[in-house]
């Protein structure tokens, strides 16, 4: 079958095969892929992984076949898929905290083989293929009148990014927010605020096509970040005490403290975008004295079981935007292109389409 595969370059290839699933695993038809930063970030270096693997971790389709022991998703069933195997058994699974269950963090799968060689899949998924092999727990069955262009983007951008909003920073009506970074993640770190009702909802980027979008999903205000804006001043004007939220969704240490600088007294930092392993970020320790906290958020601290179905109702009734976040859909033989579009900020999403 066709796949994108990362072997120290980003091929395009037809040599792939998948094994059959386990007796808790389930085989998908991958219908549509989402291109995320952190596939990007492979390619670029930021986040190292074993090679050959097959690429992408945002993606929607059919389910095919079932292992033995699947009992809750059955062939045919249309199905969002998550990254988190979360096994179902651990303390932490059990009190509802999937992202903190031991088993989703630093397993590699390899379900693939690429020209008859063992090849790994990445972050859990390998959704830039035809079918892919995940365990049932990562399967979330959805309405089958839902695109699966628009659905395959819950899989990350709007787990990571509304979650962020809902199940980390929670903030009350009327809390401000600055989002730093607009791409699939922070514009759905935007529309996770404006569902909660936040204001005002200020949000930068460096690229000014970014305006447009980031007022579509919900943000107040735009600031167009560069050498000759002082950004800071600018969110002072607008919130002379500085705001109750804000969110890195870049993955840049300056970006970082700008965003803790700009807290007001209680505020807090979500850190969401993520940086070379091992990169540091600095702040001043008296300036958080005044209740303010910065938070780590791992895939919108979601429990893909409980959010999954609850953003595909919100989608359906109209009040979340996903076909929206799709600019443009791209055969896997245009991944390429894709990328391009992306750096050069056209994009809120690049969807591969592979049936
Ligand atoms: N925490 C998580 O679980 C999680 C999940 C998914 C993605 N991520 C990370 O989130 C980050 C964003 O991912 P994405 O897919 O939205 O990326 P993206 O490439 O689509 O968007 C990044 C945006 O940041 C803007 N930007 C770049 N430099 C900037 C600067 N100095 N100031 C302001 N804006 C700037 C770009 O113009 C772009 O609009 C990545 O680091 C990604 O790896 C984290
Ligand atoms: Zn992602
Ligand atoms: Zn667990």
Known sequence: ?????????????????????????????????????????????????????????EGAGVVEAVGDAVRKVHVGDHVVLTTLGSCGQCAACDRGQPTHCRDTAGKIHAPFRVAGERAFQFANAGVFAETTVVSESQAVVIDRDVPFSSACLIGCAVVTGVGAVFNRAKPTH????????????????IQGLRLSDALPIIAVDTNPAKEAAA???????????????????AVREICPTGVDHAFECVGHPGLVRQAIDLLDWGGSCVLLGVPKFGTEASFVINTLYN?????????????????????????????????????????????????????????NRAVLTFA
């Open 291 to 347: 209740d303010k906290s910065i938070l780590g958020c791992r895939y919108g601290s979601t429990r893909p079981h409980h959010d999954i179905p609850m953003l595909i109702a919100l989608y359906k009734a109209g009040r979340l935007k996903l076909d929206e976040l799709v600019s443009g859909t791209y055969a896997p033989a245009d991944v390429q292109q894709a990328l391009d579009d992306m750096h050069a900020g056209k994009l």
């Open 1 to 57: 079958m066709k796949a994108i595969v990362w072997t120290g370059q980003l091929e395009v290839r037809d040599d792939v095969e998948v094994r059959d699933p386990r007796a808790h695993e389930v085989r998908v038809r991958v219908h549509a892929a989402g291109l995320c930063h952190s596939d990007v970030s492979v390619v670029d270096g930021t986040i190292p992984f074993p090679t050959p693997a097959v690429m992408g971790h």
């Open 215 to 233: 007022l579509e999903f919900g943000a107040t205000h735009f600031i167009c970040a560069g050498p000759d804006v002082d950004t800071a001043a």
């Open 174 to 189: 009327g809390q401000s927010a600055l989002v730093i970074g607009l791409g699939g993640i922070g514009l759905n770190v």
